[in-house]
Nanobody, 121 residues
Framework: QVQLAESGGGLVQAGGSLRLSCAAS????????MGWFRQAPGKEREFVAS????????YYADSVKDRFTISRDNAKNTVYLQMNSLKPEDTAVYYC??????????????WGQGTQVTVSS
């Protein structure tokens, strides 16, 4: 079973950048699509971005398109989320997850523990 551990969150001013990482244990990381999701206080968890097994295809929520970039390094069992031009509405706990269908957020499960991102105005 693959276990996930997110890191890289923190407090940043609006307009700033952060890079999140998600390290996966186990030998089967490259068999899965990977995704990033987030949950703001009082809101449901929402899809942010996903990437297929090879890293050749990516998908983004409209709210983060052109600001966030998802990538993966299968040799390091790690997926990244580069977040630029951050806005206060990006404040949330960010989770990574394994998926079976890259462009179907409902196929993602096996969540990590999350990392807090706070964007001040």
């Amino acid at each position: 079973q693959v276990q996930l551990a997110e890191s890289g969150g923190g407090l940043v001013q609006a307009g700033g950048s952060l890079r999140l990482s998600c390290a996966a244990s186990g030998r089967t990381f490259s068999r899965y699509a990977m995704g990033w999701f987030r949950q703001a206080p009082g809101k449901e968890r929402e899809f942010v971005a996903s990437i297929n097994r090879s890293g050749g295809s990516t998908y983004y929520a409209d709210s983060v398109k052109d600001r966030f970039t998802i990538s993966r390094d299968n040799a390091k069992n790690t997926v990244y989320l580069q977040m630029n031009s951050l806005k206060p509405e990006d404040t949330a706990v960010y989770y990574c997850a394994l998926g079976t269908v890259t462009n179907n957020p409902t196929s993602f499960n096996s969540w990590g523990q999350g990392t807090q991102v706070t964007v001040s105005s």
